[in-house]
């Protein structure tokens, strides 16, 4: 009987595209595969040995003969290549259609409205990198006290501002104004807070990023797990893409390395429920910036750190490692999402292994799992794989 799952989303991490994948421009995406190929391997043993190389070649990740774990892979069902939907679908929720997303800038209209209900005047408004934005507006809103609005190919509407201009606790309050008007046609994936500081010629983005993400559109896991009391433990930015709804604990961290830290330090203290972490940094600091060498580096590193997390995995604890979407750094012509299937790996050192999950048609069978192992009374729309592991 499994009393506690540790839910890791290394964030970013897809292992090959989608059969929709040419439909967003992403026909050759393939993030670990393609990071592994360009930097002429990798090391990661802890996820070699649970099967990782087995789910597809990937250069320096053999496939093993028996494989620890169980592993496979999961097709994306919601529309769209979000952070959100993506984890939306992890814990049951399908997204039928896309977030809007908006290539050209917002309306000029609901920027006004913005600005009137915010009390605001906005700079920019169109896609850019986080880090490039600031470098091209910095100054002009140092100067004015305008704040810097900008998108990306996801569905975000993005502020960003100088914690010495505008406070943090403003520029809070100014992103749930923003996520109250962005509603139906506008109701984008997430609204956030990209604070910086620094001098003109130096700007630097601070980890007091927060994001508003739309609630769910219906029940997920988490609300179902929390609706019979058991623990549902947030680290990272799974607190935010959830809209804060139905966690017994958040943990906020700075980047990868806190992450995995706080999974250990919280596998010692909770040992019943759901812990569910997030490892943002392959996503916002290398697969945005097409930094194959730092992902790859990043991707050995959490493979090392996740040592830590099998060495103190109970007998009725259980692993799952996946993604929400990819985020392929050597593809030079974008900076976006992209559109893949994200690993699965399972281990329980008391449960069946090398077993081949196959290919799921959904990221909900983790919810559908996660609902068998809690006996949880809901039917969510993915298939469970709980009966596959067992002995």
Known sequence: MIKRVILLIF???????????????????ATIPNIARQ????????????GLGNITPINGIGPVDRPQGCYGKMAAKSAGKDSTSGHWEIGGVILEKPFPVYPDGFPAELVTEFEKMANIKTIGNYPASGTEII????????????IILYTSADSVFQLA???????????????????????????????????????????????????????????????????????????GKIYDLFAGRRFSKAIKTKNNDEVMAKVIDEMTITDYGLIFANLVDFDVLWGHRNDVEAFGKGLEAADKKLNDVLEKLKEDDLLIIT??????????????HTREYVPLLVYNNQMKSGQNLGTRGTFADVASTLAEIFKIDYIFPGQSFYNQLKN
Do not use: W
């Open 323 to 336: 993604a929400d979407h990819g985020c392929d750094p050597t593809l030079k012509y974008s900076t976006d």
């Open 161 to 235: 501002a100088h914690e010495d201009i505008i406070s943090i606790e403003k520029q809070y309050e100014i992103c749930r104004i923003a996520r109250k008007i962005l509603i139906n046609e506008h109701a984008v994936g997430r609204v956030i807070a990209r604070p910086f500081i620094g001098q003109p010629g130096n700007f630097v983005r601070t980890t007091n990023r927060k994001d508003f993400s739309q609630k769910p559109l219906s029940d997920t896991i988490l609300d179902k797990l929390n609706a019979k009391n058991i623990p549902v433990i947030s680290i």
């Open 135 to 146: 470098k091209q507006l910095g100054e002009q809103h140092f100067k004015s006290g305008e």
């Open 39 to 50: 930097l002429n391997g990798l090391k990661m043993p802890n996820c070699e040995k649970l």
């Open 11 to 29: 964030d970013a991490c897809g292992v090959g595209a989608l059969p929709d994948a040419a439909d967003y421009g992403d026909s050759e995406a």
